[in-house]
């Protein structure tokens, strides 16, 4: 049993606040178990030998943050190509390095990008990357917990050329890890323009068969819809629906380009959109989510990093914050990505069927976040993922006053130096 003595602040998933508490974490046969109360060694009777006794003194305490879009193994590609629009990013500079990628570079790619994650107190992330038995399997290690899709693209991908031999490829990877306690294994069909209709339906079929998510890029730039309303004469989201794969089992990136219309139809389909800001500003994939709209609607939204190559890092502290002012700038209206709404959306992760247990604590003692008016602001608007002192994710203590516990440290510069060596293959 975890006791968090004396926590100064803690956030619970309602974002209602509590002031000096105890915090009481027992993993228990069927789950996680928390009790907030003070003085919890004697209100409960608890026997101090039994407990590893954190203390919270100017601290805060919040759930586990989750990334609901990423592609973990990029931390390898971090900073390989700036400044340059998706499609030359992707077709001149991501892919021809990707295609280099070895199954052993993944894992290592995803073994950084699991410990940057626990740095920032991201405790659940959704995943879509090549050879996804190498994420899982890193990610299993760290003790985080993540969807992982199998991703699948019709010209095929540094795993496998053959779309057909992907896909059975991808079922047999959703049996491996249908029952796995850390991992919830998905399929993602990377783009409308990377995938046909054939494959969107075949993978809506093994998505449903299985009741996994189906996790897609969706209508990330301009470029992309007009492409395909010149070429089908529907936009990407109309197209999704048309065909079927619209439903409350699929969850779509970025979806900035979409018009009042097709917002309605996200709603109806109960489609989950992962909001990743600081990715679409910085590929400048123009435009801005209708995140006010999307609101209205009902649409459920959450928040992800994307990819290291177009971030550049994995901090969900930053990403919180610049969705906030983003929304405030676009629409000349200071209410909008309000501090409640942002970090409602960076701790949902019911959207990806999880349940959030998990404790980050924020430690106070920095200039930047004293004095401290309202501990919610001071988290959204002057934190950042550095802030993050101590990290429980099921039950278990993975990083504790900054060091990390799920490894032996000195095996970090052994990470470091392996991923050095994999740079070398890659062109800028
Ligand atoms: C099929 S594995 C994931 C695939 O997606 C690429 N990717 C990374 N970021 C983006 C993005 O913003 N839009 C589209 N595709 C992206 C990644 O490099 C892999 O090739
Ligand atoms: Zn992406």
Request: charged share 30%; aromatic share 6%; with cysteine.
């Given at each position: ?427 800028c």
């Amino acid at each position: 049993m975890i006791l968090i003595k004396n926590l100064s602040y803690l956030i619970d998933k309602d974002l209602k606040v509590y002031e000096n508490c105890d915090v009481l974490i027992k993993k228990e046969e069927d789950g996680i178990k928390k009790i907030v109360g003070k003085n919890l060694i004697e209100k409960e009777n608890l026997n101090k030998s039994d407990l590893k006794i954190i203390d919270g003194k100017n601290k805060a305490g919040m759930p586990g943050l989750v990334n609901t879009h990423t592609h973990i193994p990029m931390t390898l590609l971090r900073g390989i190509a700036d400044d340059m629009r998706l499609e030359e990013w992707l077709r001149e500079k991501i892919w021809p390095n990707e295609a280099k990628l070895t199954k052993e570079d993944v894992y290592y790619g995803s073994l950084l990008g699991c410990l940057e994650m626990l740095r920032f107190g991201v405790t659940i992330f959704n995943d879509m990357y090549f050879f996804a038995e190498k994420v899982a399997e890193a990610t299993k290690e760290i003790g985080l917990r993540g969807v992982i899709s199998f991703p699948i693209i019709d010209v095929g991908t540094p795993e496998c050329e053959n779309r057909d031999k992907l896909i059975r490829m991808a079922e047999n990877f959703i049996k491996k890890y249908k029952e796995d306690k850390l991992i919830k294994p998905a399929i993602a069909p990377h783009a409308p323009y990377t995938c046909s209709e054939e494959t969107y339906k075949e993978c809506k079929e093994i998505a449903d068969n299985y009741g996994t998510l189906l996790h897609t890029h969706l209508s990330e730039t301009r470029y992309e819809v007009v492409e395909m309303e010149n070429k089908i004469g529907l936009r990407p989201i109309e197209y999704l629906e048309k065909i079927g794969v619209l439903d409350n089992n699929v969850i779509a990136a970025h979806c900035v380009w979409v018009t009042k219309e097709e917002v309605r139809k996200l709603a109806k389909h109960k489609v989950k959109v992962s909001h990743c800001p600081i990715s679409n500003m910085k590929l400048a994939s123009g435009g801005v989510m209708p995140l006010i709209e999307m609101l209205n609607d009902g649409v459920e939204i959450t928040i992800g990093t994307d990819g290291v190559a177009s971030n550049n890092n994995l901090d969900m502290l930053e990403e919180i914050k610049v969705c906030s002012i983003l929304h405030k700038a676009h629409r000349w209206d200071a209410t909008v990505g309000d501090i409640d709404t942002v970090l409602k959306m960076a701790f949902n992760s019911d959207a990806l069927g999880i349940e959030n247990n998990d404790i980050v604590l924020i430690d106070l003692t920095a200039p930047h976040l004293r004095p401290i008016h309202n501990i919610k602001s001071n988290i959204v608007y002057s934190a950042n993922g550095n802030d993050v002192d101590t990290v429980i994710a099921n039950g278990e203590v993975l990083m504790e006053n900054k060091r990390f516990k799920c490894i032996d440290e000195k095996f970090l510069d052994k990470l470091y130096e392996k991923v050095d060596k994999i740079k070398e293959k890659f062109s800028c």
